[in-house]
Protein backbone atom coordinates (compact mmCIF):
# COMPACT_ATOMS: atom_id res chain seq x y z
CA UNK A 1 0.00 0.00 0.00
CA UNK A 2 1.28 3.47 -0.45
CA UNK A 3 0.38 6.30 1.67
CA UNK A 4 0.47 9.99 0.81
CA UNK A 5 1.27 12.88 3.21
CA UNK A 6 1.10 16.41 2.72
CA UNK A 7 4.12 16.78 5.04
CA UNK A 8 7.37 14.54 6.13
CA UNK A 9 6.06 15.19 9.69
CA UNK A 10 3.02 13.55 8.94
CA UNK A 11 4.60 10.20 7.66
CA UNK A 12 7.03 10.07 9.98
CA UNK A 13 4.47 10.22 12.40
CA UNK A 14 2.24 7.25 10.87
CA UNK A 15 5.68 5.09 11.03
CA UNK A 16 6.21 5.72 14.72
CA UNK A 17 2.17 5.20 15.25
CA UNK A 18 2.42 2.14 13.05
CA UNK A 19 5.58 0.41 15.60
CA UNK A 20 3.54 1.77 18.81
CA UNK A 21 0.64 -0.29 17.80
CA UNK A 22 2.37 -3.64 17.68
CA UNK A 23 2.13 -4.27 13.82
CA UNK A 24 4.94 -5.66 12.67
CA UNK A 25 4.91 -4.76 8.36
CA UNK A 26 6.98 -7.00 6.06
CA UNK A 27 8.51 -3.18 5.01
CA UNK A 28 7.96 0.72 5.46
CA UNK A 29 9.69 2.76 3.16
CA UNK A 30 9.57 6.82 3.03
CA UNK A 31 10.35 8.71 0.40
CA UNK A 32 9.94 12.93 0.31
CA UNK A 33 8.29 15.34 -2.27
CA UNK A 34 12.46 15.62 -3.75
CA UNK A 35 12.77 11.88 -4.05
CA UNK A 36 8.97 11.36 -5.68
CA UNK A 37 9.21 14.65 -8.17
CA UNK A 38 12.91 13.14 -9.06
CA UNK A 39 11.32 9.52 -9.68
CA UNK A 40 8.08 10.92 -11.56
CA UNK A 41 10.16 13.10 -13.89
CA UNK A 42 12.19 10.07 -14.63
CA UNK A 43 9.74 6.76 -14.88
CA UNK A 44 6.12 8.41 -15.03
CA UNK A 45 4.85 5.86 -12.39
CA UNK A 46 1.89 8.22 -11.77
CA UNK A 47 3.34 10.04 -8.12
CA UNK A 48 1.85 12.69 -6.69
CA UNK A 49 4.56 15.58 -7.13
CA UNK A 50 3.14 17.99 -4.74
CA UNK A 51 3.04 15.34 -1.71
CA UNK A 52 5.36 16.54 1.00
CA UNK A 53 6.14 12.43 1.47
CA UNK A 54 4.87 8.83 0.20
CA UNK A 55 5.33 5.95 2.31
CA UNK A 56 5.55 2.54 1.11
CA UNK A 57 3.77 -0.04 3.25
CA UNK A 58 3.88 -4.03 3.03
CA UNK A 59 1.73 -6.37 5.34
CA UNK A 60 2.44 -10.17 5.32
CA UNK A 61 1.50 -12.73 7.43
CA UNK A 62 -1.91 -15.01 7.48
CA UNK A 63 -4.14 -14.59 4.87
CA UNK A 64 -6.89 -14.24 7.63
CA UNK A 65 -5.15 -11.75 9.68
CA UNK A 66 -4.21 -9.40 7.02
CA UNK A 67 -7.67 -7.41 6.32
CA UNK A 68 -6.83 -6.82 10.03
CA UNK A 69 -3.41 -5.79 10.10
CA UNK A 70 -4.56 -3.47 7.00
CA UNK A 71 -7.34 -1.73 8.48
CA UNK A 72 -5.39 -0.81 11.74
CA UNK A 73 -2.75 0.60 9.05
CA UNK A 74 -5.30 2.57 7.31
CA UNK A 75 -6.89 3.99 10.53
CA UNK A 76 -2.97 4.93 11.63
CA UNK A 77 -2.46 6.48 8.36
CA UNK A 78 -6.00 8.75 8.78
CA UNK A 79 -5.34 9.99 12.35
CA UNK A 80 -1.47 11.23 10.25
CA UNK A 81 -3.69 13.57 7.82
CA UNK A 82 -3.02 10.99 5.08
CA UNK A 83 -4.23 12.75 1.75
CA UNK A 84 -5.10 9.32 0.40
CA UNK A 85 -4.15 5.68 0.29
CA UNK A 86 -3.72 3.30 -2.35
CA UNK A 87 -3.68 -0.25 -1.99
CA UNK A 88 -1.85 -2.75 -4.61
CA UNK A 89 -4.42 -4.26 -6.42
CA UNK A 90 -2.41 -6.90 -8.32
CA UNK A 91 1.08 -8.14 -8.29
CA UNK A 92 2.05 -6.02 -10.90
CA UNK A 93 0.88 -2.72 -9.37
CA UNK A 94 3.20 -4.15 -6.01
CA UNK A 95 5.85 -4.56 -8.06
CA UNK A 96 5.55 -0.69 -10.06
CA UNK A 97 5.10 0.53 -6.58
CA UNK A 98 8.78 -1.05 -5.47
CA UNK A 99 9.96 -0.63 -8.54
CA UNK A 100 9.62 3.02 -7.98
CA UNK A 101 11.27 2.62 -4.56
CA UNK A 102 14.55 0.68 -5.93
CA UNK A 103 15.34 3.18 -8.71
CA UNK A 104 15.18 6.57 -6.30
CA UNK A 105 18.72 6.40 -6.63
CA UNK A 106 18.75 6.25 -10.11
CA UNK A 107 17.05 9.60 -9.91
CA UNK A 108 19.11 11.83 -8.22
CA UNK A 109 21.09 12.87 -11.16
CA UNK A 110 17.75 15.07 -11.73
CA UNK A 111 18.36 16.78 -9.54
CA UNK A 112 22.03 17.23 -8.05
CA UNK A 113 25.41 16.38 -10.18
CA UNK A 114 26.55 14.94 -6.83
CA UNK A 115 24.96 13.70 -3.86
CA UNK A 116 26.55 12.45 -0.16
CA UNK A 117 24.52 9.39 1.41
CA UNK A 118 24.36 8.92 4.64
CA UNK A 119 23.48 5.80 7.06
CA UNK A 120 22.44 6.66 10.26
CA UNK A 121 19.92 4.78 13.01
CA UNK A 122 17.76 6.32 14.96
CA UNK A 123 14.93 4.71 17.57
CA UNK A 124 11.69 4.31 15.00
CA UNK A 125 10.33 6.74 18.01
CA UNK A 126 12.36 9.83 16.85
CA UNK A 127 11.54 10.05 13.41
CA UNK A 128 9.67 13.22 13.50
CA UNK A 129 11.49 14.52 15.45
CA UNK A 130 14.70 13.57 12.97
CA UNK A 131 13.04 14.78 10.00
CA UNK A 132 12.77 18.24 11.62
CA UNK A 133 16.36 18.53 12.34
CA UNK A 134 16.97 17.06 8.89
CA UNK A 135 15.49 20.28 7.55
CA UNK A 136 17.10 23.08 9.92
CA UNK A 137 20.37 21.54 8.70
CA UNK A 138 19.29 21.74 5.16
CA UNK A 139 18.43 25.27 5.37
CA UNK A 140 22.13 26.13 7.73
CA UNK A 141 24.09 24.52 4.95
CA UNK A 142 22.21 26.09 2.35
CA UNK A 143 21.98 22.54 0.37
CA UNK A 144 19.11 20.74 -0.25
CA UNK A 145 18.82 17.14 1.51
CA UNK A 146 16.41 14.37 -0.29
CA UNK A 147 15.46 11.47 1.99
CA UNK A 148 14.43 8.13 0.95
CA UNK A 149 15.01 5.20 3.57
CA UNK A 150 14.26 2.19 5.42
CA UNK A 151 11.77 3.87 7.70
CA UNK A 152 10.37 0.54 9.46
CA UNK A 153 13.90 -0.01 11.14
CA UNK A 154 14.77 3.92 11.70
CA UNK A 155 17.72 3.31 9.04
CA UNK A 156 17.88 7.04 7.25
CA UNK A 157 19.80 7.63 4.30
CA UNK A 158 19.39 11.55 3.98
CA UNK A 159 21.17 12.64 0.33
CA UNK A 160 23.03 15.90 0.75
CA UNK A 161 22.99 17.46 -2.83
CA UNK A 162 25.83 19.17 -3.67
CA UNK A 163 28.44 19.91 -6.97
CA UNK A 164 32.12 18.84 -6.77
CA UNK A 165 32.88 21.67 -8.64
CA UNK A 166 32.41 24.02 -6.18
CA UNK A 167 34.37 23.47 -3.28
CA UNK A 168 32.39 25.19 -0.71
CA UNK A 169 29.76 23.41 -1.24
CA UNK A 170 31.53 20.15 -0.92
CA UNK A 171 33.20 21.33 2.86
CA UNK A 172 29.25 22.44 3.84
CA UNK A 173 27.96 19.06 2.21
CA UNK A 174 30.95 17.02 4.96
CA UNK A 175 29.93 19.37 7.69
CA UNK A 176 25.86 18.70 7.54
CA UNK A 177 26.72 14.83 6.68
CA UNK A 178 28.63 15.02 10.03
CA UNK A 179 25.89 16.98 12.33
CA UNK A 180 23.01 14.47 11.10
CA UNK A 181 25.24 11.57 12.20
CA UNK A 182 26.18 13.42 15.10
CA UNK A 183 22.23 13.45 16.02
CA UNK A 184 21.73 10.17 15.79
CA UNK A 185 24.22 9.28 17.88
CA UNK A 186 22.62 11.86 20.35
CA UNK A 187 19.25 10.08 19.96
CA UNK A 188 21.18 6.95 20.97
CA UNK A 189 21.02 5.60 17.45
CA UNK A 190 24.09 4.79 15.33
CA UNK A 191 26.30 6.05 12.42
CA UNK A 192 25.74 3.18 10.36
CA UNK A 193 22.76 0.61 9.70
CA UNK A 194 24.19 -1.57 7.10
CA UNK A 195 26.95 0.42 4.97
CA UNK A 196 29.42 0.26 7.51
CA UNK A 197 32.15 2.50 8.65
CA UNK A 198 34.80 2.95 6.01
CA UNK A 199 36.58 5.94 5.76
CA UNK A 200 34.35 8.31 6.04
CA UNK A 201 32.84 7.62 9.42
CA UNK A 202 35.76 6.81 11.25
CA UNK A 203 36.14 9.88 13.51
CA UNK A 204 32.38 9.02 14.97
CA UNK A 205 33.26 5.67 16.37
CA UNK A 206 34.83 7.80 19.85
CA UNK A 207 31.28 9.29 19.94
CA UNK A 208 29.64 6.45 19.50
CA UNK A 209 31.74 4.33 21.44
CA UNK A 210 33.74 4.06 24.72
CA UNK A 211 38.07 3.68 24.64
CA UNK A 212 37.35 0.40 26.30
CA UNK A 213 34.69 -0.64 23.53
CA UNK A 214 37.28 0.03 20.91
CA UNK A 215 40.11 -1.39 22.35
CA UNK A 216 38.14 -5.17 22.36
CA UNK A 217 36.89 -4.64 18.86
CA UNK A 218 40.96 -3.96 17.75
CA UNK A 219 42.23 -6.69 20.13
CA UNK A 220 39.45 -9.27 18.11
CA UNK A 221 41.18 -7.57 14.70
CA UNK A 222 44.34 -8.51 16.04
CA UNK A 223 43.72 -11.73 16.98
CA UNK A 224 42.68 -12.49 13.16
CA UNK A 225 45.03 -9.89 11.79
CA UNK A 226 47.96 -9.17 13.95
CA UNK A 227 50.21 -7.08 11.43
CA UNK A 228 46.72 -5.22 10.10
CA UNK A 229 46.99 -6.16 6.82
CA UNK A 230 43.39 -6.10 5.81
CA UNK A 231 41.76 -2.82 5.41
CA UNK A 232 44.23 -1.18 7.22
CA UNK A 233 43.05 2.05 6.55
CA UNK A 234 39.21 1.83 7.57
CA UNK A 235 36.92 1.85 10.49
CA UNK A 236 38.94 2.49 13.52
CA UNK A 237 39.94 6.46 14.41
CA UNK A 238 44.36 6.32 13.75
CA UNK A 239 44.02 2.87 11.97
CA UNK A 240 47.08 2.24 9.61
CA UNK A 241 46.45 3.52 6.37
CA UNK A 242 47.92 1.95 2.64
CA UNK A 243 50.47 4.45 2.29
CA UNK A 244 52.00 3.66 5.70
CA UNK A 245 52.23 -0.16 3.70
CA UNK A 246 54.21 1.25 0.51
CA UNK A 247 57.78 0.42 -0.20
CA UNK A 248 59.69 3.56 0.39
CA UNK A 249 61.01 4.81 -2.91
CA UNK A 250 65.05 5.89 -2.78
CA UNK A 251 65.27 9.40 -4.54
CA UNK A 252 68.56 9.82 -6.68
CA UNK A 253 70.53 12.28 -5.47
Known amino acids: ???????????????????????????????????????????????PTDAGAVLIVELDGQEVDLERQLRQVEDICNQNNARKIQIAKDADERVAIWKCRKRAFGA???????????????????LPEMMNFILETSEKHRLRIANV????????????????????????????????????????????????????????????????????MNRLRRAFDPKQLCNPHKMFPGSKRCSDFAPKRQIPA
Do not use: W
Open 1 to 47: MLGIFETVQDASQTVSDIIKSGLLPGAMEMMDQLITRAIEDAYHFGF
Open 108 to 126: IGRLSPNYLTEDGVIPRSR
Open 149 to 216: FHAGDGNLHPLVLFDERNPDEVQRALHAGHEILQKCIQMGGSVSGEHGIGVQKMDLMTEQFSESDLEA
